[in-house]
């Protein structure tokens, strides 16, 4: 079993910062792109940023800039560091990894829970 547990969402102003963690735990033989994504309401969710496990990101256009992603190998965790935050960037963030659990030497996707993030004056 696996899973991922988010933390840091909140409320903020524009213009403001945040920063979310996501932390897998359970019987992991290796992990392999990391990633968040987003939803708003009534939008698609969409890729914000991701991190392969050789340190490569990739950004979506309107974070460009302002969000950063990061991870931490020994600790299975992935960062999202959001700075000058907009009022678009309110939406549940979820992050996603794909993992190999030590039973199925292939990786499967796996999804945290989702965090509220609201940027509001």
């Known amino acids: 079993q696996v899973q991922l547990v988010e933390s840091g969402g909140g409320l903020r102003q524009p213009g403001g910062s945040l920063r979310l963690s996501c932390a897998a735990s359970?019987?992991?033989?290796?992990?392999?792109?990391m990633g968040w994504y987003r939803q708003a309401p009534g939008k698609q969710r969409e890729l914000v940023a991701v991190v392969t496990s050789g340190g490569n990101t990739n950004y979506a256009d309107s974070v460009k800039g302002r969000f950063t992603i990061s991870r931490n190998n020994a600790k299975n965790t992935v960062y999202l560091q959001m700075n000058s935050l907009e009022p678009e960037d309110t939406a549940v963030y979820y992050c996603n990894m794909a993992i190999a659990t030590m039973r199925a030497r292939f990786e499967s996707t796996y999804w945290g829970q989702g965090t509220q993030i609201t940027v509001s004056s």
């Open positions: 359970g019987s992991i033989f290796s992990i392999y792109t």
